[in-house]
């Protein structure tokens, strides 16, 4: 008897747990649910940050620790990963900020991915590659010489396959600061969240796009595609289709193409201006027509220096990245004056370097006129 009392006091005991669990699950489920109204919420991820109150943002701290367990580590302290402007926000102010405050919502659902398709080098073909937590060098490789067999019983000559470098790359931090009062906030819809992301996003990605291609290597960049070994130079001076078609002959001579379908030219806007009315030939179409040329993709940019077109197998060219772009926060902004008006600092940042794998497989036009 007192053997069954027992039985059914633990029984009792465990079922009280379970509804205590079954409690908690409801309170947090019930807590997400409210959360995810309007879908993920920047600032709120922001505010939970600058107040050290995590819990007054479940669905954004759960979409952090999902990417931070697929990247196998956790974000900084004070910084969280976000899914995936240059101005201050100011909910007063319309020109500050204050005209995305109570404007109609919309999913606020721009998130990191958005970072690597707005990046036009990464457009044309540029490899994004995931690195591990340290320094990394990739080796460079010479190439075996092929041998016709005389008969069916001819040995292959062999040929020694030696390393002749290698890509030494180590992790290099772009950042961008903006800056939001506390009301603005408050009192933000996720159209306005959509337009922070974009902004820093934008920001990253012009910063990233331009030392992929004239990083100096110094003051904390990247060497990029300018700075490489074996790349091809031409003068673009009356240029000409002719011209172009040489300097594409220049990386196939150079067995420069490697993967076909991610060549393409990268051009400066001033370069592109002038392709653009210039005719192959007398009445046969422009030089740079329907974003291409001969045929090829074309992508015009601000980062590719001024009268300058490059050709070449985009492929031959590494990103490397250390993580995704992490969002924080700083309660107290740039400055302690900032602390009386209740101004919070965002910071974002992505670690990042660029590996040229082949120099050769590239090819550029100056001073195009």
């Known amino acids: 008897m007192m053997e069954l009392a027992t039985m059914q006091a633990l029984d009792r005991a465990q079922q009280t747990v379970r509804l205590l669990e079954l409690t908690n699950q409801y309170r947090e489920d019930k807590a997400r649910l409210a959360s995810a109204k309007g879908g993920y919420s920047l600032t709120r991820a922001l505010r939970s940050l600058a107040e050290d109150r995590p819990g007054d943002a479940p669905l954004e701290r759960d979409a952090s620790e999902q990417i931070a367990e697929r990247l196998g580590r956790q974000p900084r302290p004070g910084f969280v990963f976000v899914p995936t402007s240059q101005r201050d926000l100011t909910a007063g102010t319309g020109s500050a900020g204050g005209y995305l405050v109570g404007a109609a919502a919309q999913p606020g659902d721009v998130f990191a991915d958005a970072l690597r398709a707005s990046s036009v080098m990464l457009a044309l073909g540029v490899r994004e590659v995931p690195m591990g937590p340290a320094n990394q060098t990739i080796p460079k490789l010479g190439d075996a010489t092929g041998y016709w067999l005389t008969t069916e019983a001819t040995t292959i000559t062999e040929t020694d396959v030696t390393s002749y470098g290698g890509i030494a790359l180590s992790p290099k931090t772009v950042g961008a600061y903006m800056e939001a009062s506390r009301n603005w906030m408050q009192a933000t819809t996720p159209q306005a969240q959509g337009y922070v992301l974009r902004g820093l996003a934008a920001v990253v990605a012009a910063a990233v796009d331009a030392a992929l291609i004239q990083g100096t290597g110094s003051n904390g960049q990247p060497t990029g595609l300018i700075g490489a070994a074996g790349v091809a130079t031409a003068s673009g ?133």
């Open 237 to 369: 001076a009356t240029m000409s289709m002719t011209k172009l078609v040489t300097t594409i002959k220049d990386v196939e001579n150079a067995n420069g193409i490697r993967t076909p379908s991610a060549t393409g030219w990268a051009v400066a806007a001033d370069a592109a201006a002038i392709l653009r009315v210039r005719e192959r030939a007398a009445g046969s179409g422009f030089l740079f027509d329907a974003g291409r040329i001969d045929g090829r993709p074309a992508a015009v940019s601000n980062s590719v220096p001024a009268g300058t077109a490059i050709f070449g197998d985009w492929s031959q060219i590494v990103l490397a990245t250390w993580g995704v772009l992490e969002v924080g926060t700083d309660p107290y902004g740039a400055t302690s004056g900032l602390f009386k008006t209740g101004i919070t600092g965002i910071r974002a940042l992505w670690t990042v370097d660029v590996g040229v794998l082949q120099g050769a497989s590239f090819s550029k036009l100056t001073s195009i006129s």
